[in-house]
């Protein structure tokens, strides 16, 4: 069993940065492949970002490349999302979760999910 708790989200204005974290409490975290996902009303959970357990092997959805950066630290039992140049379209609830597949970028797959944390993005 992993436990999830987002923290960092905010208002922010378009153009500035957030940082989000994730601390995970449980068994194993290390061995966990996590995931940043985020759902905009009236729209379907999607897939922003993802770190395999060792820190290697990221993915970005198209969205957020050279933007965001997925980062991890299996002492702290953290994960960070670090979220610059933010744009009104990024406005969302953000979740993060937990994947004992090696690698992978859809919800389905992902076992472990926190309550989320609204990112809102002003024009």
């Known amino acids: 069993q992993v436990q999830l708790v ?17 601390a995970a409490s449980g068994r194993a975290f290390s061995g966990y492949t996590m995931g940043w996902f985020r759902q905009a009303p009236g729209k379907e ?47 969302a609830v953000y979740y993060c979760a937990a994947s004992s597949y090696w690698r992978t970028t859809l919800t389905r797959q992902y076992g472990y999910w926190g309550q989320g944390t609204q990112v809102t993005v002003s024009a």
Do not use: H
Request: aromatic fraction near 8%; glycine fraction near 12%.
């Open 6 to 22: 987002e923290s960092g989200g905010g208002l922010v204005q378009a153009g500035g940065s957030l940082r989000l974290s994730c």
């Open 45 to 91: 959970r999607e897939f922003v970002a993802t770190i395999r357990w060792g820190g290697d092997n990221i993915d970005y959805a198209d969205s957020v490349k050279g933007r965001f950066t997925i980062s991890r630290d299996n002492a702290k039992n953290t994960v960070y999302l670090q979220m610059n140049s933010l744009k009104p379209d990024d406005t």
